[in-house]
């Protein structure tokens, strides 16, 4: 999966000269779905288009804060020729998702961003529908995203399972090795410390 995401001022969708869609300041998200993309491959798009950090803070500091962070809009718009190959100068689309198969997934996708975020702010397009999007970027700040390829083979993906979990244990292991170490090396306390004392190991572990 694809998708071009910039930073607006405002957009808009028109079709067939009426206005169908619109928002002020926040994000327009172009999404191209092939065909081998899956519900991981829409979990992982919609977790980066809503926490992308492309906003300033407060205090103006740059890439800071996600649309979320800001509670600003969402303009999506399916464009299946994302998954554009070239063959010689002639586009090919066979990469994409057959008609029939993306619009529901594309709604599912439309839904699982309403659901993370506040549905009044997540607005599209008009699905397989001839539109003229208008962007007025601001920046320019334009980021492109692909979801990560995702094994398919039952024995690859079992093998990376195991991996993250020894990869997990380790982590585990060498947390509490290091715990047994900065013990072993903290100065033995008297019967009679005070609750001061403890306060500090406390404190310790928590760092």
Known sequence: ??????????????????????IGRGICVLLGISADDTQRD????VRKILNL?????????????SV???????????????QCILKGNKPDFHAAMPAEL???????????MRSAYRPELIKDGKFGASM????????????ELTSPAAPTDPKQLSK??????????????????SGREKSSLRPR????????????????RES
């Open 189 to 204: 306390q008297d019967a009679g410390a005070s609750s001061g004392a403890e306060g500090d190991v406390s404190s310790d």
């Open 160 to 177: 990376l399972e195991k991996q993250q979990l020894r990869k997990e244990k380790t982590r585990s292991k060498g947390s509490s090795e």
């Open 132 to 143: 003229q999007v208008n962007i007025q970027n601001d920046g320019p700040v334009t980021v």
């Open 53 to 65: 950090r492309l906003f300033e803070d407060e205090s103006g500091r740059a890439w800071a804060k």
């Open 1 to 22: 999966m694809r998708a071009i995401i910039q930073r607006v001022t405002k957009a808009s969708v028109t079709v067939g000269g009426e206005q169908v869609s619109s």
């Open 68 to 82: 979320m962070d800001r509670e600003l809009e969402v303009l999506c718009v399916s464009q299946f020729t994302l």
């Open 42 to 45: 829409a979990e992982y798009i």
């Open 102 to 112: 993306a619009q529901p997934f594309y709604n599912s996708i439309l839904e699982s």
